[in-house]
């Protein structure tokens, strides 16, 4: 084993110092002991069953807004280990070839932004691969109109679309399908998902949804900006099966709002509340950005961004979207 010399104990000796002292300003002293004791009980009990119970997911909502967002980091830190598959080409079905150079971009702009595009659209035939998939999904009706009265596992023709805002499919047809599986587990994805955390991850979840036109933003459908709190750390991947401009509801962030203590604490003191655009432009100077593109286009996401969903005014929008991390915890909707 390597000796460390003195000068070096020291060193390190003075940087627990400081990493303690900041942990107690920052972290310790904003979050109540009950809080805490509910997060480290729900741990424990996601380690033996596999389940996160309803209230320790509520403290760590209640952490993460205290903290700025420093609890679920330094958790994340402790429970897993770093990733060490680096710098290396990786073969995907769905991109092909890409080269690490390529992936080391695509990184850089997401772990500063906390939204990246790929800059190559996924391919045409696998586009309508998953068209024709989306045929075959049954869905969930939300924000229905009242006369609207079949609202639950239905299928959805979008040239004669149901009265409704958004459409989520069933979470059993998603999983029984082989092609959204396989493009959940793709390797580059997987891998970009690792690197961006830092340690290996899964996909864990996926969502399927149409969103309608509307008069007006709901926040029961993330169309007024919130920021996830899946579990301690994530990444979602927006893949467009439509066309999106201006009016197609196209997703929009604010950058670099993902980062630990980036948040504004006006915005992070309302019980997990949505805000409104003039909320944001008041408090978040980085301004907001909107992502457009056509069918193919391919969206990575720390949805602990301020984000939405803008409405549909025109036609619809049909999003795939796999979910990644290194485990469930946390994850109260979860298995």
Same mark, same amino acid.
């Given at each position: ?89 990786? !073969?995907?079905?769905? #991109?092909?070839?890409?080269?690490a150079? /390529? ?10 932004q ?13 586009? /309508? ?27 959805? /023709?979008?040239? !004669? ?32 998902? *690792? ?16 969103? #309608? ?22 990444l %979602? ?11 197609n509801?196209?997703?929009?962030f ?8 980036? !948040? ?7 019980d ?7 909320e944001?432009? !008041? ?25 939405k969903? %803008? ?9 795939? *979207? ?14």
């Amino acid at each position: 084993m390597m000796q460390t010399s003195p000068s070096g104990r020291q060193e390190v000796l003075d940087w627990a110092t400081e990493f303690a002292d900041l942990l107690e300003d920052n972290l310790l002293n904003r979050i109540s002991k009950r809080d805490l004791a509910q997060i480290l009980a729900g741990i424990v009990s996601y380690r033996n069953t596999g389940v996160t119970p309803q209230v320790s997911h509520l403290s760590l909502i209640k952490a993460y807004e205290n903290s700025s967002g420093l609890m679920q980091e330094l958790l994340h830190k402790i429970l897993f280990a770093s990733y060490t598959d680096m710098g290396k080409s990786i !073969k995907s079905e769905f #991109f092909g070839e890409v080269s690490a150079k /390529d992936t080391d971009a695509i990184l850089a702009e997401l772990d500063e932004q906390g939204y990246a595009v790929l800059p190559e659209r996924l391919g045409e035939h696998w586009v /309508d691969a998953l068209l024709s998939e989306a045929g075959k999904l049954h869905y969930k009706l939300y924000n229905i109109d009242p006369d609207e009265r079949e609202t639950d596992n239905r299928k959805i /023709d979008p040239l !004669k679309p149901p009265k409704c805002v958004i459409a989520y499919a069933n979470t059993a047809d998603l999983e029984s399908s082989s092609l959204l599986r396989s493009f959940s587990n793709d390797p580059w994805l997987v891998h970009l998902a *690792s690197r961006h955390m830092n340690t290996a991850v899964q996909p864990i979840d996926a969502q399927f949804w149409y969103s #309608f036109p509307s008069k007006e933003a709901s926040g029961n459908v993330a169309q007024l900006f919130h920021y996830d709190l899946d579990t301690l750390r994530w990444l %979602k991947v927006f893949v467009y099966l439509t066309d999106v401009g201006a009016e197609n509801g196209p997703h929009e962030f604010v950058p670099a709002s993902h980062k630990p203590g980036s !948040k504004p604490q006006p915005l992070t003191v309302r019980d997990y509340a949505r805000i409104d655009d003039h909320e944001i432009d !008041k408090y978040c100077h980085q301004g907001r950005k909107t992502i457009c593109g056509k069918r193919g286009t391919v969206i990575l996401g720390d949805t602990r961004c301020f984000h939405k969903g %803008k409405v549909v005014n025109d036609k619809f929008r049909l999003i795939f *979207s796999p979910i990644y991390a290194p485990s469930r915890i946390g994850y109260f909707h979860g298995k």
